[in-house]
């Protein structure tokens, strides 16, 4: 199979399974969301660790416990994901699914807010008019809930921060999500023991099922990252970046088909402008990357041909 082919039906399969991960995250009820993501992170790394010990890949460890900062990142991307995966369970177990779509459907804004203050980076016009209409959207929800988004809003910074550290650390997606979860399994660990002694688990008390279901998590939380990574290796970043939007409209779907969540008309309004952000944001970076390819391509030829020089033009941002 060619591997854009095959990139395309990883990514797919990856969004998917992200997609309806609200209706397995059901299905672990009456644990609670802390009991859920304890275990979440516990077999996490046990599957991993099979993963890893099945390509026998064990190497990258004793480099990574040389490199100190590298060590502190991990720490600041394990602290990101539980975040992220706590605040994604309690929203769903609280009835909460459509606004954590909303989280999800905002994450890119916010990876290009992150962008400007953290990397320094220059906006294009078109971004600045889709950051300008995601910042409306969220006005305009924050006045229908009676409150900001906050579920929303933790969810899209936590991941975008999340990316942010995983860029630069440049670790391989099972490799990075082992140590992440390593770093959590002890606290996590103690606080399932805790449950246990005291008998507030549900974890074994409520049926055979349902224990299967808590252990399956780690493979459940594994799978449609490693499919992301593949899809990432194969993919262009525009064709992806379309790609994940598929989750949050099917978990939007779960919330308003599936749960029978509300979805009053200025609810629908702040997320109609949101659609609107990504629409411009979509189509100023496939304009863009358009822009660019012709412009790779002479640098390649100039590379190759006599007395030529191969530095591509810079882009204007």
Known sequence: MMPHKLGYLYGIGAYLIWGFFPLYMKLLQPASPLEILA?????????????????????????????????????????????????YIYGVNSERVVETSL????????????????????????????????GTAVVVLTVDYGRPPYLALVLSFSFAGYGLVKKR?????????????????????????????????????????????????????AIPLLMFAGAANRLPFT???????????LQLGCGVIIFHEPMPPARLAGFTLVWLALAIFTADAVRAARRLAPRRDQGVLAAVRPGTSSQPEVQDR
């Open 239 to 249: 064709s992806l970046g379309m790609l994940q939007y598929l989750a949050p409209i």
């Open 103 to 134: 989280g999800y459907f905002i994450n890119p804004l916010v990876v290009v807010l992150l962008g400007v203050f953290v990397l320094r980076e220059r906006l294009r016009p078109a971004q600045w008019a889709a950051m300008g209409v995601g």
């Open 169 to 221: 650390l440049g670790l391989p997606a099972a490799q990075g999500l082992f140590v992440e979860s390593a770093v959590l399994a002890l606290p996590a660990l103690a606080y399932l023991a805790w449950l246990g002694g005291t008998g507030q688990a549900a974890f074994g008390a409520v049926s055979a099922s349902h224990t299967a279901l808590l252990v399956s998590a780690g493979a459940a939380t």
């Open 39 to 87: 275990h979440r992170i516990v077999w996490s790394v046990v599957f991993v660790a099979l993963v890893l010990a099945a390509m026998r890949n064990r190497s990258f460890l004793r480099a990574l416990l040389r490199r100190p900062r590298a060590l502190a990142a991990v720490g600041i991307a394990a602290a990101l994901i539980a975040l992220n995966w706590g605040t």
